[in-house]
């Protein structure tokens, strides 16, 4: 018999970090036709009563704010699913932030129908920041949560009403309408979703969505409040792989009931009206993007019968890059500014007060679905109160 | 003082003569360890994440076969540690998985990841063993990591939460990964007493104590998963 040197096959072979320590994919059931995520979300931040820069309609800081998530899609059969999403923040109620129908009635086409509270339609950042798996900011962009002076529910009588909430979204009063003191809405909401049907084709290098919703991009609804329902498109190009790019539009009844019988003789129709662009090209360790947000909405003042047209123009830029495979390092550059309108006489000032974020912010992945993050937030703001501030805080972010 | 200066070369030399002698008596017989990995409960399919923002079904992919369990000798004959070939191996990325799921590989050898998709990937892994992250990188090209350490390496792709596979990484050649009805066979064990190990990625390993005489196969079954 031969001698035989015996070693070990490996000095430390780590056969318990085959698998990683805390779930790391969704729970499956019913042969894979059923399944379930989750995302748990805790931004740990300063605390803001004074500026309100990133404060949300549903008057939550964004970077202090505790989120857990439950999703679930169950698709019986291959041309239908059930898909839905329950969220509470800050250990609130819990809320069904996305409840839809999907289905695809001919399966050789791309072609699907959804119905219920659906994804937005319209640009890019509505899709992509409902989840942390793809956003490596802590902060959003200002299109998307920074709270202008405007209301649904409620109207200035005159223009010096609007003019007194200017730079006070996070808390608006107006005299007609809704007496109650309560948060304005930003350009496009990123916290709801609106209800109705949406259709999405795609086919080779383009897709096209659009829909019928009940609310609009500031404020979408699960309920109608209004007769009036909006229509929203976007059309995506990708003209080679690492580059996307889409135009978007949207345009629906903003006031409320309540407010228009207030105002009777106005003319106008009250609505919002939207356009957008977003692009987004990555390649190796780089990823930039960049979206321009404009929204127009008619706005009647109801002591003079009359109405203006407010608009606001939202843009930025945002770039990433992966230093290591567990640090993400990025940075974005975000403007939102607001047209001029007829004050007083002689004055004619914005009708809301221009604001400039930047945000730098660090990721370390503890394992693929588990990140530490870290921001630096710096808020400027041509009015208001406090016009400017540097926010820090953190974030811990886990999903399977 | 001459006598501590040369102690150790001397030792090196018997170990050179020792290693020498173990690759000419490890050539001669030819037997296999062989058997069968059986799994309890046959693991599913890996499933994407349910996302509520996709406005569309989400896309299909190539279903991953997590049956495949690799066995090892936990120990080996020292000359199975001195083979050092460059060796080039390669793990695709079809159709939104990684194809095969599970490969086994000496240290020392070159993994090439080809992008053969229709879609951007990033291949990365976390692993301590060797952590990387190639980049996003276009369908045709490729791009290659050389695996020098012995462990296991969990490979993801940043953009398909549903895509994995894993590298197990040995310092030995003595492992194989099973066929698809769980059949396996290490060939050329020379004749001793080794500890044979299965894995798979969704059980706990069990390993077998085997010895190998100078002819005939041995058969060793195992049985995965939980009772």
């Known amino acids: 018999m031969c001698r035989v040197f015996v070693l070990l096959a490996f000095a430390a072979f780590p056969l318990a970090a085959a698998a990683q320590s805390i779930p790391s994919g969704p729970v499956s059931a019913f042969d894979g036709r059923l399944v379930v995520g989750a995302e748990v979300v805790a931004n740990i931040g300063d605390v803001d009563e004074t500026a309100y820069f990133n404060y949300t309609d549903y008057e939550h800081n964004t970077l202090r704010l505790v989120r857990l998530a439950l999703a679930a899609n169950w698709r019986p059969t291959e041309r239908l699913a059930f898909v839905g999403e329950v969220r509470t923040e800050d250990f609130g109620q819990p809320r069904a932030y996305a409840a839809y129908l999907r289905v695809r009635p001919w399966l050789r086409h791309a072609l699907d129908i959804q119905v219920g509270q659906i994804p937005p339609s319209f640009g890019a950042y509505g899709r992509r920041g409902y989840q942390s798996t793809d956003n490596a900011f802590i902060g959003y962009p200002l299109a998307y949560q920074y709270l202008t002076a405007l209301r649904p529910d409620a109207v200035p009588a005159t223009a010096l009403d609007l003019l007194t909430m200017r730079a006070r979204g996070w808390r608006t009063t107006y005299p007609v309408g809704s007496a109650e003191a309560a948060p304005g809405v930003p350009l496009i909401s990123a916290f709801r979703w609106d209800t109705g049907v949406q259709a999405h084709w795609e086919g080779g290098a383009v897709d096209v969505t659009g829909g019928v919703t009940v609310g609009t991009l500031s404020d979408p609804r699960v309920e109608d409040h209004n007769d009036g329902k909006q229509l929203s498109g976007r059309l995506g190009l990708r003209p080679f792989t690492g580059l996307v790019a889409g135009v978007s539009a949207s345009r629906g009844e903003f006031i409320a009931d309540n407010v228009n019988t207030l105002v009777p003789n106005s003319p106008g129709s009250h609505a919002q009206t939207a356009f957008g662009a977003d692009a987004e090209y990555s390649r190796d360790h780089w990823l930039v993007r960049g979206e321009l947000v404009w929204s127009r909405w008619n706005i009647p003042f109801a002591a003079t019968q009359t109405t203006q047209d407010l608009d606001a123009l939202g843009a930025w830029v945002e770039g990433r890059y992966r230093v290591t495979p567990r640090i993400v390092l990025a940075g974005r550059a975000d403007r939102l500014t607001f047209s001029r309108f007829d004050a007083i006489a002689g004055l004619r000032p914005t009708w809301d007060a221009p604001v400039e974020r930047f945000e730098v912010d660090a990721g370390y992945y503890l394992q693929r679905n588990l990140v530490l993050r870290f921001a630096v937030q710096y808020n400027d703001r041509n009015g208001g109160r406090v016009r400017s501030r540097t926010y820090f805080s953190g974030q811990i972010a886990y999903w399977f | ?227």
């Open chain 2, 1 to 227: 003082m001459r006598l501590r200066l040369l102690l150790p070369v001397l030792v090196l030399l018997a170990a050179f003569h020792a290693a020498t002698e173990t690759l000419v008596s490890t050539a001669a017989p030819n037997v296999a360890i062989r058997g069968r990995v059986e799994l309890r409960q046959a693991p599913g399919d890996l499933t994407r994440r349910p996302n509520v923002s996709d406005v569309a079904m989400p896309r299909g992919h190539d279903p991953t076969d997590r049956r495949r369990s690799v066995v090892y000798l936990e120990t080996a004959p020292r000359a199975a540690f001195e083979q050092r070939e460059d060796v080039r191996v390669k793990l695709d990325q079809r159709n939104e998985a990684f194809v095969p799921h599970v490969l086994a590989i000496v240290a020392g050898t070159t993994v090439d990841f080809p992008n053969n998709d229709k879609t951007y990937h990033n291949v990365f892994s976390l692993s301590p063993t060797k952590p990387f992250d190639l980049g996003r990188y276009a369908a045709g090209h490729s791009k290659s990591i050389r695996f020098d350490r012995p462990g296991i390496v969990r490979v993801f792709c940043d953009i398909h939460s549903h895509m994995s596979a894993f590298i197990l990484v040995f310092a030995h050649r003595h492992f194989t990964v099973t066929d698809e009805e769980g059949r396996y066979r290490l060939d050329n064990v020379p004749p001793g007493t080794y500890t044979v190990v299965a894995w798979n990625e969704s059980a706990a390993t069990e390993s077998r104590r085997v010895v190998v005489g100078e002819s005939g196969d041995v058969e060793a079954n195992f049985l995965l998963g939980r009772r």
